[in-house]
């Protein structure tokens, strides 16, 4: 069964510019969750989608935003890119969520210069 | 607020040794517990889980559970270089996200 994918792997971004990032979950999980990785704040979640309802936030500002599509694929987006943007952005798919097993992808490297 | 305790590290050990790794949870309605492993570089890979008071035993890696005292931790038997990484330990109420500790940074030293 393939993994978690996510696209593109690197990004590199002006200030005040908006980003897009994609992942698709393992096949059959419904369960998309975002976490934002910095060396100083760790894992950070950001939002969790399951069958394109937004079920959970976390707390970051209205800048970032997510949705799902019906294939469970998630996109979430960034406006108005700070600095302080820059991060790893991982997305996690589970079966039902809900504090299930999570599984990783990749993750997108985020710069904003 | 939903808090996971976890030391930063590194924690070095020899190879061959044991190395232990320590996790409190604040959240007494957290029922199950994972435990992710990072490579520097890399996303987490989930690497053991326990719901139930006690030992799990998996390969090299066993995880413990005391609820009463919200304390996890994963015991690395015959540490190996290829150990080194940072270990995340995430519990769960089964309600909502996982919550993630910032994790212990293992350095095995061969």
């Known amino acids: 069964k393939a993994g978690v994918t996510q696209t593109p792997r690197y990004l590199i971004k002006t200030r005040g510019q908006q980003v897009t990032l994609s992942c698709s979950p393992i096949s059959g999980h419904r369960s998309v969750s975002w976490y934002q990785q910095t060396p100083g704040q760790g894992l950070q979640f950001l939002f969790e989608y399951f069958s394109e309802t937004q079920r959970n936030k976390g707390n970051f500002p209205g800048r970032f935003s997510g949705r799902q599509f019906s294939n469970s694929r998630s996109e979430m987006n960034v406006s108005t890119l700070e600095l302080g943007d820059s991060a790893l952005y991982l997305c996690?798919?589970?079966?039902?969520?809900?504090?299930?097993?999570?599984?990783f992808g990749p993750g997108t490297r985020l710069t904003v210069t | 607020q939903k808090e996971v305790e976890q030391n930063s590290g590194p924690l070095s050990v020899p190879e061959g040794a044991i190395a232990s790794l320590n996790c409190t949870y604040s959240?007494?309605?957290?029922?199950?517990f994972f435990w992710y492993r990072q490579y520097s570089g890399k996303s987490p890979e989930l690497i053991m889980f326990?719901?139930?008071?006690g030992d799990k035993e998996d390969g090299r890696f066993t995880a413990q559970l005391n609820k009463a005292s919200q304390y996890v931790s994963l015991l690395i038997r015959d540490s190996q270089p290829s150990d080194s990484a940072t270990y995340l330990c995430a519990p769960s109420s089964g309600y909502s996200t996982l919550t993630f500790g910032k994790g212990t940074m293992l350095l095995v030293s061969p």
């Open positions: 996690a798919s589970s079966l039902l969520g809900q504090g299930g097993e999570q599984y």
């Open positions: 326990i719901y139930s008071n």
């Open positions: 959240d007494r309605g957290s029922q199950s």
